[in-house]
């Protein structure tokens, strides 16, 4: 028992709130409740105060939970699956290249006693979660965000003694839990989430994505948080929620979706599209509202706008924002390269390919890496070299080194890719040394090609392996699938100074990767250098500015002192050297802060990663410190910023009366597979 942590009081705001408000909660609204959590004296007995029966269940020492019988199997023999999470609402705007999104999720009990909803859920790689609600009929109870041992504490206590809470727990940077308390039958609580995000440009379209399912993500062994894929039912009574459960391809639970998007894009909006059917509202030129057509479509596929403004029109921009009450200023650049490159000539290349052939990218998301692979040896010229690489359990390759891209070598690559199959554990990190450790050619442009759905859940010993054997090389990442892990292939092509793309079940992989070429063959600007004129410039994120490719923009985040004046951007396009000016700046809201905190948290889980990678060779006692020190600064900028992270959660508690009765059922919320994944090689 956690004895010292206690909730004392909550009060409803009836008057505007004060600064002290902010500062502790964020942005709070009239008639939300504010819980508030203190310190026991010896004299308080916390939570022990309370005289609670245990006598129907057996205390998981582990988690808190009280581990009971499950909902019984006849309760969820049907085609459609009774579970918790009832409806999830996305409401979104977009402001330049920032989304603000609100996402409410239902949960309710569809069993005849009271429960506990367990629910892991994906969010767009580097979401920066802000604000959390827990709303019960009309009453809104303000979550407030603790370091994690202490919100999860609180959650745990309030569980077992019957309290209705909410507690969300980051698992990964873009997978979360939503763990709900003591939801009574037939009752339902409701869980708004906010968060901002930057979204993705390529060739003019900017792409809002709202991922909806994690797919199945495999562990390496003596993983500290492994999320096994188990079959619905298997993983109810485990200590928290360590796994996530999958439907069978005969099951569907009743979860629907409805999603709307505002779009303000400030110049023309000449196209939209999704990958799920809409109705789209036009406001003019420049603004639209788009909505998912039909709510109860099945959620196992990421939904996906992507919506072309008016390519004469996009410009490069500068978004600024002083903090009111601390004076600190904030930026997000945008830097769009210009289109005019075809005149400078094309480096020799040499292109390795690396593909996942583990267990699932058996069918559909196999044939679609040996396509694309397939499309990209027709664009080598005689000059370039090329390598192929597969693994699942291991690694193995086409050749020692790679090799001339002559009509004999092409023929017997086709031949290799036509022999691959898929099965077997995602093991990358043997891909990823053996794409990045062999000797680099300095006469060519070294492209590393990784074509995966990226379901793993080790990216941080990924990344810190790309970092430490990265050298000269770029690293373009292919996403294969409907429901990719955008944040591990974002983050590798960041890493990498290279670029990402995506191609769904139905997409032309050939036209991808021929756009791939297209874009590398002449990069726009390298040595990329910025002059920000009249301000001081620090904690700039990428701290390492990639090279700028056709179409796709550099996006910088960053803390500013001074005015905003011109901004120059310059690099080398070929032998000549090119600027882009930026003339003043566009008056940003918090977004722009709260971007640069999740940006500064992300490049401090990356030099974590690293550190706890050199743990294994020389300076054992160093690496740990600094691992230490990185933890204790990332746990400081998201209390700072109200952000959660590895180290902060944001929890709620209804204090206004608990349950008669303690000990609740808690039933794991199972998700699809994402669509184009076998089930029967994924799930255990």
């Not at 039958?185 to 994690?214: C, E, M, Q, R």
């Not at 740990?624 to 952000?643: F, T």
Request: with cysteine; net charge negative; hydrophobic share 40%.
């Amino acid at each position: 028992m956690v004895e010292e942590i206690i909730v004392t009081s909550a009060r409803r705001v009836i008057t505007p709130p004060s600064d002290q408000d902010r500062a502790e909660f964020g942005t709070v609204s009239l008639e939300e409740e504010i819980w508030i959590i203190a310190k026991a004296s010896p004299d308080e007995g916390g939570f022990d105060a309370f005289d609670a029966d245990f006598d129907d269940g057996v205390l998981d020492p582990r988690s808190g939970t009280m581990v009971v019988s499950d909902p019984s199997e006849s309760e969820i023999e049907a085609e459609t699956v009774p579970l918790p999470l009832e409806h999830t609402a996305v409401d979104a705007s977009v402001a330049g290249h920032i989304g603000t999104v609100r996402v409410r999720q239902r949960f309710g009990n569809p069993f005849a006693r009271r429960i506990e909803a367990v629910y892991v859920f994906p969010l767009p790689e580097r979401a920066a979660v802000t604000e959390f609600l827990m709303v019960i009929g009309e009453r809104k109870i303000r979550g407030i965000l603790r370091e994690k041992e202490e919100a999860e504490a609180i959650y745990t206590e309030a569980l077992e003694h019957g309290y209705r809470a909410s507690l969300l727990v980051q698992r990964r940077p873009n997978v979360f839990e939503q763990r709900v308390a003591n939801i009574e039958p037939g009752k339902a609580i409701d869980v708004d989430i906010a968060y901002f995000h930057t979204l993705a440009y390529n060739d003019g379209w900017y792409s809002f994505v709202f991922p909806i399912v994690v797919g199945p993500q495999f562990s390496l062994p003596g993983s500290e948080d492994p999320m096994p894929a188990v079959r619905r039912g298997s993983g109810n009574g485990m200590s928290g929620a360590k796994g996530v459960e999958y439907l069978s391809p005969t099951e569907r639970s009743g979860h629907d979706l409805s999603i709307e998007v505002r779009i303000d894009a400030g110049v023309a909006i000449e196209e939209l599209k999704s990958t799920h059917a809409i109705v789209t509202e036009r406001e003019g030129t420049m603004a639209a509202t788009v909505r998912l057509a039909d709510r109860t479509t099945l959620p196992n596929r990421d939904f996906v706008l992507d919506f072309r403004v008016a390519g004469e029109l996009t410009k490069s921009s500068l978004m600024t924002y002083r903090d009111p009450v601390s004076g600190e200023g904030f930026l997000s650049l945008m830097v769009i390269p210009p289109i005019d490159t075809t005149r400078l000539e094309r480096r020799p290349m040499e292109m390795v390919f690396v593909v996942d052939c583990s267990g699932s990218m058996d069918g559909r998301p196999l044939e679609q890496a040996k396509a694309a692979i397939g499309a990209a040896l027709t664009r080598l010229n005689p000059g370039d070299t090329f390598q192929i690489i597969r693994f699942s359990d291991d690694a193995s390759q086409f050749g020692a080194v790679p090799v001339r891209a002559n009509r004999r070598n092409l023929a017997a690559a086709r031949r290799y890719l036509a022999r691959l199959d898929a099965d077997g554990g995602t093991w990358m990190l043997e891909g990823v040394k053996t794409a990045l450790d062999f000797p680099h050619d300095p006469a060519r442009f070294r492209f590393v090609a990784f074509l995966t759905d990226g379901y793993i859940d080790y990216e941080k010993e990924i990344l810190a392996a790309i970092l430490q054997r990265l050298g000269a090389s770029r690293i373009f990442s292919f996403g294969i699938g409907s429901s990719t892990n955008r944040f591990l292939l974002e983050s590798m092509a960041r890493a990498g100074r290279g670029v990402a793309a995506y191609a769904g079940p139905t997409d032309s992989v050939e036209a991808v990767m021929d756009a791939f070429f297209d874009r590398v063959s002449h990069a726009a600007l390298t040595d990329i250098k910025v002059d920000w004129g009249g301000m001081e410039v620090a904690d700039t994120y990428p701290s390492r500015f990639p090279d700028l490719f056709v179409g796709r923009p550099l996006v910088v985040s960053g803390r500013f002192v001074g005015e905003p004046r011109t901004v120059i951007v310059s690099g080398n396009a070929g032998r000549e050297t090119r600027s882009i000016a930026l003339d003043g700046a566009n008056a940003g809201g918090a977004s722009v802060a709260k971007v640069w905190a999740r940006s500064k948290v992300a490049d401090l889980s990356e030099r974590q990663a690293s550190a706890a990678n050199q743990m294994a060779h020389d300076d054992l006692d160093g690496a740990d410190r600094l691992h230490e020190e990185l933890g204790h600064a990332i746990r400081r900028i998201a209390l700072r910023h109200q952000l959660v992270s590895d180290y902060t959660s944001f929890v709620a508690v209804d204090t206004s009366g608990a349950a008669d009765e303690p000990g609740a059922v808690t039933v794991h919320q199972a998700v699809p597979v994402p669509d184009g994944v076998r089930y029967e090689t994924t799930v255990e």
